[in-house]
Nanobody, 121 residues
């Protein structure tokens, strides 16, 4: 079983910072972690990619968060982080952790329950 648990969300004023954490638990030792990422969904809007990081360390960001957000991994803790600086009200939404796992020739996607981020003006 693979489970993702997010933490670190909250309410912050515009210009402030938050760090989100996502801890992955994997009971299958034969599953490999191919990539992890963060997605967000604002009320009335579709879920969108915020940032991703591969097992090799390559990163990708949504254009509007470049220079403000940083995604990183701690392999020893099986945890991915999203450092969010210079937050804006438009960053408000539910942030979901995503993991892409590989088993043999197959790939599976897992999602956390989400953590609320609210940025006030």
């Amino acid at each position: 079983q693979v489970q993702l648990v997010e933490s670190g969300g909250g309410l912050v004023q515009a210009g402030g910072s938050l760090r989100l954490s996502c801890a992955a638990s994997n009971s299958r030792s034969d599953f490999s972690l191919n990539a992890m990422g963060w997605y967000r969904q604002a009320p009335g809007r579709q879920r969108e990619l915020v940032a991703t990081i591969t097992s090799g360390g390559s990163t990708n960001y949504k254009d509007s968060v470049k220079g403000r957000f940083t995604i990183s991994r701690d392999d020893a803790k099986n945890t991915v982080y999203l450092q969010m600086n210079s937050l804006k009200p438009e960053d408000t939404g539910v942030y979901y952790c995503n993991a892409r796992m590989g088993w043999r020739t197959y790939e599976y996607t897992y999602w956390g329950q989400g953590t609320q981020v609210t940025v006030s003006s």
